[in-house]
Nanobody
Framework: QVQLVESGGGLVQPGGSLRLSCAASGVIFRDTAMGWYRQAPGKQREFVADISSSGNTYYAQSVKGRFTISRDYANNMVYLQMNSLNLEDTAVYSC??????????WGQGTQVTVSS
């Protein structure tokens, strides 16, 4: 079955940077769209960034210009580079895949905490 494993979360100061990783298995990676979502305490889960099977990227307005999503086809990896982090970025970040048949899978999430 599809398995997505996130890593790279942690505690950072405001203005700092962090890179999240998502390792995908059980998918035909070149046919799979990948994305990052986040859920802050007391809030609904929200879209952060997405990258299509061909490499086109999309971002939420709140992170545009600060975050960069990328993928490594050779190693079935997806990354989220997060710069200029602020307190509002604190959330559990989850990786999502959508395969060629429209089937979605989720990772377990990794905690990102921005605090002084």
């Amino acid at each position: 079955q599809v398995q997505l494993v996130e890593s790279g979360g942690g505690l950072v100061q405001p203005g700092g940077s962090l890179r999240l990783s998502c390792a995908a298995s059980g998918v035909i990676f070149r046919d799979t769209a990948m994305g990052w979502y986040r859920q802050a305490p007391g809030k609904q889960r929200e879209f952060v960034a997405d990258i299509s099977s061909s490499g086109n990227t999309y971002y939420a307005q709140s992170v545009k210009g600060r975050f960069t999503i990328s993928r490594d086809y050779a190693n079935n990896m997806v990354y989220l580079q997060m710069n200029s982090l602020n307190l509002e970025d604190t959330a559990v970040y989850s990786c999502r895949s959508v395969g060629g048949r429209g089937m979605a899978s989720w990772g377990q999430g990794t905690q990102v905490t921005v605090s002084s």
